[in-house]
C-alpha cells in the first residue's frame, strides 16, 4: 500500500506550487491568464508566480501557508490551497492585488486594467470569515487515488484548528473543468451559484466565459 504523507507546503515547494497554479488557472485547456491578460509568455507567468510566492505574504491564493501537499517516497505528488477569507481584515483579492502591482511591469498591470470590465462579468466574490479553496494539481502519475479529496479533508481540519468558528467550504470552478467539478461533488460540494458573459471577447482571456461556485458545509 502507498503511504502518502500530507503537509504543509514550505518555500522548497514553491516549483511545484507554480505548476499547480499554472494548470489550475488552465482549468484543462490551453489558455493561461496570466499569459493573456498581462501579455506575457508562460515562462515569464512561472517565474513571476515563483516570485510572489517567495515574499510569503499570508492571507491569499498566492500564499505558501495557504497550500498544502501530499508527498510520497520524498516526490511531491498533489498540491492543494485554501485559506480562510479576510482573516487579518484585508481581502484576499487585495493582497493578491498588491503583490501584482509590486512584482509585475507597469505595462502588465495597465494592459489587465484595460480588459477588468470584459473579465468582470464572470468575477464571483469571496465570502469573508469561510473557507476559500484555490488552485488544486495532482502529478500524471499519482492520478487516481484521491489524493485532492484526502488533501481537502487534511486542510480543511488544519484550518479548523486554528478557526472552529468557520462553517462553509466555497471554491470557484470554470465549467470547462469537469474534472474538478466531479472531483469537488464527490467530496460533497454542491453548486449553489452560477455566472455566465454574454461577451465573446471573453474567451480571448479565459478558459470559459461561465463559472460555478460550489459549497460544503462543515458538521
Not at 508527498?71 to 479576510?86: K, P
Not at 461556485?213 to 458538521?219: F, G, P, V
Request: net charge negative; hydrophobic share 40%.
Amino acid at each position: 500500500m502507498e503511504e502518502f504523507i500530507f503537509r504543509q507546503a514550505t518555500i522548497n515547494d514553491i516549483p511545484f506550487l507554480v505548476d499547480t497554479i499554472i494548470e489550475a488557472e488552465k482549468s484543462g485547456t490551453d489558455i493561461l491568464s496570466y499569459s493573456t491578460v498581462f501579455g506575457i509568455d508562460e515562462n515569464k507567468s512561472k517565474e513571476y508566480i515563483a516570485k510572489m510566492l517567495a515574499e510569503e505574504i499570508d492571507g491569499c491564493e498566492i500564499s505558501v501557508s495557504s497550500f498544502v501537499v501530499a508527498e510520497y517516497n520524498r516526490i511531491t505528488a498533489a498540491a492543494l490551497s485554501a485559506w480562510v477569507e479576510g482573516i487579518k481584515g484585508v481581502p484576499s483579492a487585495r493582497i493578491k492585488g498588491m503583490l501584482l502591482n509590486y512584482l509585475l511591469p507597469k505595462e502588465c498591470i495597465l494592459r489587465a486594467a484595460s480588459v477588468d470590465t470584459i473579465l468582470s462579468g464572470i468575477y464571483i466574490d469571496y465570502i469573508p470569515g469561510t473557507i476559500q479553496k484555490g488552485a488544486m494539481y495532482v502529478a500524471e502519475e499519482f492520478r487516481g487515488k484521491n489524493l485532492i479529496g484526502k488533501l481537502t479533508n487534511y486542510i480543511i481540519e488544519q484550518l479548523r484548528n486554528s478557526h472552529p468558528e468557520v462553517k462553509e467550504v466555497y471554491t470557484q470552478v470554470f465549467s470547462c473543468n469537469i474534472a474538478a467539478l466531479k472531483v469537488y461533488e464527490k467530496n460533497g460540494f454542491e453548486i449553489v451559484k452560477s455566472v455566465e458573459s454574454g461577451d465573446s471577447r471573453i474567451f480571448l482571456y479565459l478558459p470559459s466565459n461561465k463559472k460555478y461556485l460550489l459549497k460544503k458545509t462543515l458538521i
